[in-house]
């Protein structure tokens, strides 16, 4: 590492580490998070690991802990905290809940989170699923092994049944074996996706289900089924860990059927599995707001706040604090320390090219952590002068974020589904044409209830002789193909002149239903196109910023602005090959996928 001042004035003009960093996303939570001053809030993170304490030495079995804060005052910057350090650690393991797509399946959706969750690699580098069945089968044996020694291709249905048995009798009190087995099936390097997936509630195919032992969920009875499957993954859980299950981001204005905001519905949901499994800390973060107009309302609310707070709190949640002169240090410090380390660079004083003096007079105001890295980035001199687009440097970020987790968001249908919608949002917006075709509207599709869920939504241009139906599906199995693609050719039921499936995965060529299905859509002038990472990145990056721009404090027309200055829509290749008319045209047929599929291509290749 060198001292060199225009070596790092350089580095400066080029590089800020502030720039785009106002808001945690769920991979820093579970992957690398921003620097991180242990002292900062420190009252909130200790009550959880307090709370792991008690239970782990039997004074408590269950424990409820509600941060909150105003926004920016750094409530996910508390989470991420908390899941790095019980990463650490070997008495507990952590479950994450930030998205809630329907209010009315929440206890499937949270089954949904918790296996996500427990998907995430330990500080013994193997998934939370791994060390558990490693848990039960260690008890059952009595052995010591680590989990390494299980992993395997070696795992057979025999083998599955005959620990699935000798763990039941162990533990007598586990009423689903087939919860047992589906967590030993993890340990399989053959079978642990299918695990995975049946641990959250999805269909197998038949053939997959029936080589692993394992039934396919009722979806008839999917909530009722899945709050059970919920309060036995936990119960099994806290036998050997205790988890601490985090509800964030409880603030939007999303209202279920029956009148209860995501806040009420979360509380509401803690309340019951606070009364009804072994052991576990329960944290809600919200804004101050939510809990006084909202979780204060609830139906029987006494009883709901008593499973929301803890004791030493005397009911009241715990509120986070803006920083003092202090901390504003300590943290710009921290920051900088990790930058200059990462860059080789000893800097002049720890602080540089900040003044502590007028750092430590910010910190008279009690600022928020935000408004504290918002100033840091917009104050971080000698730097180039911040573009004319404001929008641009949480792009930049965003874009980055977005090529280290695109393996897993490239089957995100929600996620997909919004990325798109941001996009032709963006050309209706200022009327553009594109592939002859000039953009009025995106609209939502009005659908019975035995239609719901299917179909996505329907792009409408040049005088509504347009309208596009779009299918997102990137299930890799199941009946639903076949249920949504019957909907995307039925254009007369839909208000349709085309159909459009977008998907990166085969379709099994003996399922005859899904292949009529094809067969039809291409004959009435649809199109299958493949979805790519590579085509959606940049869409993915400006609609996450779009659905948080308050947080971003940036307004809608400043980012649809930078979509038209950036040309992030109109030159999308993805977004070119749904307007794109496939009359007179053959797409590509990739090998092995029985079916025309049209590639996007470049606007340089569009010919």
Known sequence: MTTNISNIDELIKTQNPFAGHLVVKPQQIWGKSFPDVPS???????????????????????????ITAERGLGKSHIISRIRHQLQT????????????????????????????????????KVMQWQEIAT????????????PEKYISNKFSTKVVEQLTKEILLIRTNINNPYIVKAILWTLSTDYVVYANRWLSGLELTPEEAKAMGLPNP????????????????????????????????????????????????????????????????????????????????????????????????????????????DEIVALVKKWLQEFYQEHQQIPPHPLYPFNENKLREFGKQKPTIRTVLKWCGENFIPAIPPPLNPVKRFFQSELANIETSINSLIDDELAITAALKVGFLGLAKYGVEVESVKIEGVEEIITTKADQGYLNFRIVGNNRKVKIGILILQRPSGAFIGAALKRLIHYEKFDFTRGCLIRSKKINPGASVPQQCLKNLKEQTGKWILLRGEDIKSLLAISSIYYNCRNYELTEEQ????????????????????????????????TGYGFPVAIPKSIDNAE
């Not at 507990?92 to 969750?117: G, P, R, V």
């Not at 848990?135 to 680590?146: D, G």
């Open 40 to 66: 900062i809030n420190a009252h909130a993170s200790n009550a959880v690991f307090d709370a792991v304490e008690k239970i782990c030495k039997g004074q408590r079995t269950t424990v409820g802990i509600t």
């Open 135 to 146: 848990a039960l089968i260690n008890e059952s044996r009595k052995w010591n092994h680590p």
């Open 218 to 325: 009722k979806q008839a009875d999917r909530e009722i089924e899945s709050l059970r499957n919920v309060r036995q993954i936990l119960d099994i859980t806290s036998y050997y860990r205790v988890p601490v299950i985090c509800f964030d981001e409880l603030d939007n204005a999303d209202v279920a059927d029956n009148g209860l905001t995501t806040a009420q519905v979360i509380g509401s949901l803690v309340k019951d599995l606070y009364n009804n499994i072994k052991s576990g800390v329960f944290l809600l973060a919200m804004y101050s707001e939510t809990w006084n107009d909202q979780i204060r309302f609830l139906p029987q609310a006494e009883a709901a706040i008593d499973r929301l707070v803890s004791e030493k709190s005397d009911r009241q949640p715990i509120e986070l604090q803006g920083l003092n002169s």
């Open 559 to 590: 980012i649809f602005e930078f979509i038209k200055e950036e040309k992030i829509a109109i030159n999308n290749p993805l977004i070119r090959e749904i307007l794109c008319n496939p009359s007179g045209q053959e797409p590509t047929d990739l």
């Open 89 to 124: 650690r070997e008495d507990s393991l952590f479950i994450y809940m930030s998205k809630y797509d329907n209010l009315n399946q929440i206890k499937y959706e949270f089954l949904q989170s918790i296996a996500s969750s427990l998907r995430a690699f330990s500080n013994q």
